[in-house]
């Protein structure tokens, strides 16, 4: 065989070769964004899940509500739109914008909760959690804003922690609507202790605070924000972070008690 052949053998290999690592690079790329940030442990990582499944959401003004805006108990904030948790005597403050449907959000539940419950309980952190419905816009639905009104309605009956965790817990797919059905945010109270009352279902039922949840919606897509979960602390945006991890955070928080 001459050298020109065996020349043209060899770059024929060598292309071959790129084309399957291209064909691979692709496949990785495509079952991240298929099975979303449920691994996530590092903020940045999960940044990208978020800016893809959680863009404007234009949409989600199809399913406003009307009627009165009625702010769950204990909500402060500008217009009252976010739900406290935490000793107000707290140094640092987490703000998260958040969607009950979203992916990356429960990602981001899954890694910090212990680390952000920890410090809350301490006495180190406050969070405002604001309550968003992207997805409802996006994948169409109303399930990311009925959930969000559930969770109002448990913040009104001090339980907005615990029903908070179960809804991430129980997360449905995200193309499948089923949080949108108030018998299965009902099902799910019954995993709180003392949330299952007649007045909580009545809340949840009539859809007493979706005008309240609408304008928060209203105030996210105000907000110039990228998508779900926006975190920020202290001011500054750590869900950008690609150096982020619960580690950090939680060094971060206790460094700003000991100023």
């Known amino acids: ?10 770059t024929a290999r060598e292309r071959l070769a790129e084309e399957r690592e291209k064909q691979k690079s692709a496949e990785k790329r495509r079952r991240v964004l298929i099975v979303g940030a449920s691994v996530v442990c590092v903020l940045g990582l999960a940044a990208v899940i978020g800016v893809v499944v959680a863009n ?3 949409g989600d003004k199809d399913s ?3 009627g009165p805006v009625v702010a769950p108990s204990g909500a402060n904030g500008q217009d009252s739109l976010a739900i406290p948790v935490g000793k107000e005597s707290a140094k640092s403050t987490l703000v998260v914008w958040e969607d009950f449907r979203c992916p990356a959000c429960k990602a981001f539940e899954a890694a910090y909760r212990p680390t952000i419950h920890e410090l809350t309980e301490s006495g180190k952190l406050k969070v405002e959690y604001h309550l968003a419905t992207i997805i409802d816009g996006n994948m169409r639905g109303t399930g990311s804003r009925n959930a969000a009104n559930a969770a109002a309605c448990a913040q ?3 339980k907005f922690t615990g029903y908070h965790d179960v809804l991430y817990e129980n997360q449905p797919d995200e193309t ?4 949108a059905e108030t018998s299965k945010l009902l099902e799910l109270a019954k995993k709180v202790d003392g949330l299952d009352t007649a007045t909580f279902r009545t809340c ?3 859809g007493t605070h979706n005008t309240w949840v609408d304008k928060s919606a209203a105030a996210f897509r105000n907000g110039g924000f990228s998508g779900t979960p926006t ?3 202290d001011g500054a945006n750590i869900y950008q972070d690609q150096t982020m991890t619960p580690a950090k955070l939680k060094q971060q928080v206790e460094a700003a008690n000991k100023g």
């Open 56 to 58: 404007s959401g234009k």
């Open 231 to 233: 975190v920020l602390l």
């Open 156 to 158: 009104d009956a001090g």
């Open 204 to 206: 949840v039922e009539k």
């Open 64 to 66: 406003e509500a009307s």
């Open 1 to 10: 065989m001459s050298e020109k052949n065996r020349e043209g053998k060899r």
């Open 176 to 179: 499948d609507d089923a949080y």
